[in-house]
């Protein structure tokens, strides 16, 4: 679908190849952060050459400037390079869990639940049910991209529902809602980490640590919210227009070998012939299968002869659903154990007063908790279907698993040196002070300001499309300085998941609109990105406007984000 009439470009179009202009003339993460610690190491030198000082409130500690090039500053960074990278607090939350939803992916536990989810909805709650795996999708991190959208299109054109519609909602339900999810995901750590490490810049000050539950609650809430308003849309507004526009219901081209190579995960079990031929019991096809499948060109050559081999359908077989109970059933009798080994009397998971908030061995066990859930539930369901049958099959699904966020670990070297470069020199104490300074001058401490900080992540979601990166780089500002402000980093970190999810499924710069966008020619051979993002629109203001009205209810009743961590500091 076009987006040029008679060769003039609108309004519209010119805006979006603006933002993709811009965008493309940004450096990639680390170069940027590379970037930002030769500034921020020059800008302290500066500053410490000029007796630069700054008085943290609350505390009658002065902080003086110290500055990188210079003795004192080559010496720290020379010995402290490798405690900067291996402290770098994400690493310590995200690589377990990493770890454990590894094993649950790749064994075929996630896409089970997905498919199980869309299967059992009738026609009519299916937009609902889109909405909701979409936007709790982040569980399975940026595959969530590559699983839900052409899945929900399959199981929408099986219920005789539009498949476009199911197409973009899923999408749009996933990038939308990126940040939030019922259940606590390696996402949460990532955040927790950063939004700890950067309180460094203002000592003395009491605050309640953030960990992967500190915004759970209010998690709870956004999942519920942003689900239905996700089904509203698809269903009142997507597929009505999609149907008012003729747009097609079938593929251009009829000869394609189905959605399966578009929502399978790398290295997923079932993304080869191997977990069919386990299926059918013919273990004589065990070798064949997996070399097959091990090679892209000829498992898409199979696939074109007979799809049902390699093509996931929308129901589950019998001995995925008999995989799906006994996980379940396994996670029940973990939770079981759980709750024996915290509640008995002088459990040592209480704290000293023998409770659980705000502080307790049990809130330090999160990672825990949520690396076992994953772990035995994929280890269970992965031993039931067959997928899981050694111990040499789980470290190769963990080992894909690290592989899978190698550039994560690269980027965390460069963004753990300016983390701690900013907490070293004092510079981030000088900046928070100076800005909570100038937002109290003029008046601006409220939630007006909360407004204002959301608004500027969703500008710059634009642009810096990893979350790790932006929130690396907002952290280090805004959350020392809504501390002073009187605010906890959890209530901060709750605010900018609204910025970071609801604009980035209409910049050019996310690489799975590439994706979505090869999907949505298969039946529309002449769509562009034009096409695309104008069909996210619909989803972006109603996430921000409700995501943001949940966090002022928040906010004006004073509730609990999540256990123990609160909106303002004490």
Do not use: C
């Not at 012939?273 to 386990?278: K, S, V």
């Amino acid at each position: 679908m076009s987006t040029t009439t008679n060769g003039k470009v609108g309004i519209g179009q010119r805006m979006l190849d603006g933002i993709e202009r811009v965008g493309n003339k940004l450096p990639e993460p680390f170069t940027l952060f590379l970037g930002l610690f030769l500034l921020t190491g020059a800008i302290s030198t500066a500053m410490a050459l000029a007796d630069v000082t700054v008085s943290i409130p609350g505390s009658d500690e002065t902080v003086a400037i110290k500055g990188l090039f210079t003795g004192e500053g080559l010496s720290w960074l020379t010995t402290t390079m490798g405690d900067n990278y291996i402290g770098f607090p994400p690493l310590a939350t995200v690589l377990p869990i990493l770890l454990a939803v590894g094993v649950a992916e790749k064994s075929g536990m996630l896409a089970a639940a997905v498919r199980i989810a869309f299967g059992s909805s009738p026609r009519w709650l299916l937009p609902y049910a889109v909405g909701f795996v979409g936007v709790v999708g982040s569980i399975m991190a940026d595959s969530a991209f590559i699983i839900i959208p052409p899945l929900a299109a399959l199981v929408f054109k099986a219920a005789g529902r539009h498949p476009m519609a199911g197409l973009i909602g899923g999408f749009a339900a996933t990038g939308a809602g990126y940040s939030t999810s019922i259940v606590p995901t390696s996402l949460d750590a990532l955040f927790a980490g950063i939004t700890t490490s950067v309180m460094d810049t203002l000592p003395g000050t009491e605050y309640t640590a953030v960990n992967p539950v500190s915004n759970y609650y209010f998690n709870i809430a956004a999942s519920i919210v942003l689900s239905i308003i996700a089904g509203f849309i698809i269903d009142k507004l997507i597929e009505p227009n999609m149907i008012r526009k003729g747009v097609p219901r079938e593929y251009a081209n009829a000869g394609g070998t189905g959605l399966a190579k578009e929502y399978q995960a790398k290295d997923s079990p079932y993304s080869d012939q191997q977990a069919a031929a386990d299926r059918r019991g013919n273990d004589s096809a065990e070798s064949g299968s997996a070399e097959s499948g091990s090679e892209e060109s000829g498992s898409e050559e199979s696939g074109s002869e007979d799809s049902t081999d390699t093509e996931i359908q929308a129901h589950l077989e019998p001995e995925e659903k008999k995989g799906l109970i006994w996980s379940v059933v396994a996670a029940l009798l973990l939770t079981a154990v759980l709750l024996v080994a915290f509640l008995i009397p002088n459990s040592p998971w209480r704290n000293e007063n023998g409770g659980f908030l705000p502080e307790s061995p049990l809130l330090s066990s999160i990672v825990f908790i949520v690396f076992a859930y994953f772990m035995l539930m994929g280890v269970v369901y992965g031993f039931v279907v067959r997928t899981v049958r050694s111990m040499n099959d789980l470290v190769r699904m963990m080992s894909q698993s690290i592989i899978d966020m190698m550039s994560f670990l690269i980027l965390a070297f460069i963004l753990g040196q300016f983390i701690a470069l900013f907490n070293w020199t004092g510079i981030g104490s000088w900046i928070a002070v100076a800005g909570a300074d100038g937002l109290e001058s003029i008046g601006l401490t409220g939630f007006a300001a909360v407004i204002g900080f959301m608004l500027l992540a969703s500008v710059l979601n634009l642009f810096i499309v990893s979350g790790s990166s932006m929130w690396t780089l907002m952290a280090a500002v805004f959350v020392p300085l809504f501390a002073i402000l009187g605010y906890e980093p959890a209530f901060i970190q709750a605010g900018f998941r609204v910025g970071d999810s609801a604009t980035q499924v209409i910049t050019p710069l996310n690489p799975y609109m590439i994706v979505l966008l090869g999907l949505v020619r298969r039946y529309e051979p002449n769509a562009g990105l034009g096409t695309i993002i104008s069909r996210m629109f619909p989803f972006v203001i109603p996430f921000w406007l409700a995501w943001a009205a949940l966090l002022a209810i928040w906010f004006f009743f004073d509730l609990p984000l999540g256990p123990g961590n609160g909106i303002f500091l004490k």
